[in-house]
Each structure stands twice: as C-alpha cells, then as structure tokens.
C-alpha cells in the first residue's frame, strides 16, 4: 500500500508555543488529507479534512484558530497547534487520500504512523 | 451520520482459543468497513477491509471477519490467539463517498499465555 510519513514522531514544547506536525504522502498524491487526535486509550476523533488548495473543514468543537491546517501540496499537509497547552497532549494521526488513483475505486485512506505531542 | 459501536471496552481469550471482536456499524447506504490494530504508542496497522463481495475477508495475521448486513456487524475473528496479538482493536466504518473513516472507540485484547 501507499506510505505516508509525519514529522517529527514526538514532539515536547512548552506552553504557550507553536507545534507543526507534517504529512507526507510519500508515492502518491493526496487530494484529500484528514487529521485525528487521539487521547490516551481512547479512539480516534477526526478534527479536519482538507482537500489541496482549499481551505480545511473542521469537526464541531475543533478550533480552526487553534489547529491550523495547510495542505498546500499534493504531498504535504501540516498541522500547527498554536499557543499550545497541556490538555492538547495527544497523539496526532494524519491520513491520505487519492481520489484520482487509477484502479483505487473506493479510495483507499492511508495513515501516518502518528505524532505524540506532550505539552509541558 | 456514520457511526461503529464496538460494545466490549476489553477482550480476554487464552492462548490458542478463538477469538471474536465485535463491531457493528450504522451507515447509509453500502458500507465500506475497515479493522485496524495499534499496538502501544504506534500508529494504526491495517488487518483487513469489507469494501463488495464475499461476506467473509480475510486479512493480515490470520485474522477474519464477517459481514453481515442484516445485524449490521462486521465482527473480528481469529481461530487461533497468539500473545502477540494482545492490542487495540479498532473497526471502521465509511460510506463510498469522499468522506472520511469513522472509528469505533476500541477493543482491547489480551491473549493469555
């Protein structure tokens, strides 16, 4: 399958900064890329989907101010959470999509092996 | 709206027992369901998929599930538990749209040497 990279891998700021998280797909091209947070033992919730060029639609109660998102190439998404606090600890998973792959009839959502954010 | 309920927080089986993860799912129209597995501070892994076909998929790891569209369930299952396969579980679900996967909350499962 497709190989989607994030960078860094764990991340820990003080609070109060700015963390950019990166998604890469790395052999196909992501026309669509969604961002989860998960919390400690808990599932998977998706903040925002963002298709390239267009600005992200975010998920009720995720603050588009707070978590910015950029998706400005076919390859590369990130993610920045700005004035970072403690209860933004999480694990952030990026995922991919190409709408356009040939033979990928139901779009197959690729992920990224996830970025562990602790705020200090 | 599309939703998965995975109804057990935790599963524990023996060593080389059978095992059954369940997953039901609410979507309109045809689903396409997914199971993927985590294992501590790791991303998702993906086991198998449900996308058209046969009602039984078979993935990774000697793992199988079975679509059933009149109960809505698309259960995980394995003959045979190995230790290593202690993790978090967790299905999914999507309509064939362009949107995105939905998650169950998880299922924990330990296998017992």
């Known amino acids: 399958g497709a190989v989607v990279s994030q960078h860094p891998s764990w991340v820990i700021c003080k609070s109060g900064t700015s963390v950019k998280i990166e998604c890469r797909s790395l052999?196909?091209?992501?026309?669509?890329m969604f961002w989860y947070r998960q919390f400690p033992k808990q599932s998977l919730m998706l903040m925002a989907t963002?298709?390239?060029?267009?600005?992200?639609?975010?998920e009720q109660g995720v603050e588009k101010d707070k978590f910015l998102i950029n998706h400005a190439s076919l390859t590369l998404s990130t993610l920045t959470v700005t004035s970072a606090h403690p209860e933004d600890s999480s694990f952030y998973i990026c995922?991919?999509?190409?709408?356009?792959?040939?033979?990928?009839?139901?779009?197959?959502?690729?992920f990224g092996p996830g970025t562990r954010l602790t705020v200090l | 709206a599309q939703s998965v309920a995975q109804p057990e927080d935790q599963v524990k089986v023996a060593e080389g027992n059978p095992l059954t993860v369940k997953c039901t799912y609410s979507?309109?129209?045809?689903?396409?369901l997914f199971w993927y597995v985590q294992y501590p501070n790791r991303g998702l892994q993906f086991l198998l998929k449900?996308?058209?076909?046969?009602?039984l998929v078979k993935g990774s790891y000697g793992f199988e599930a079975e679509f059933n569209k009149s109960q809505t369930s698309f259960h995980l299952k394995k003959p045979s538990a190995l230790v290593s396969d202690s993790a978090l579980y967790f299905c999914?679900?999507?309509?064939?749209?362009?949107?995105?996967?939905?998650f169950g909350k998880g299922t924990r499962l330990s296998v017992i040497a």
């Open positions: 995922s991919a999509r190409d709408l356009r792959k040939p033979g990928n009839s139901y779009n197959e959502q690729f």
């Open positions: 449900y996308i058209t076909g046969d009602n």
């Open positions: 052999d196909f091209q992501a026309t669509t």
């Open positions: 999914a679900v999507r309509d064939p749209g362009n949107t995105p996967l939905v």
């Open positions: 979507v309109s129209g045809n689903p396409y």
């Open positions: 963002s298709n390239e060029g267009s600005k992200a639609t975010y």
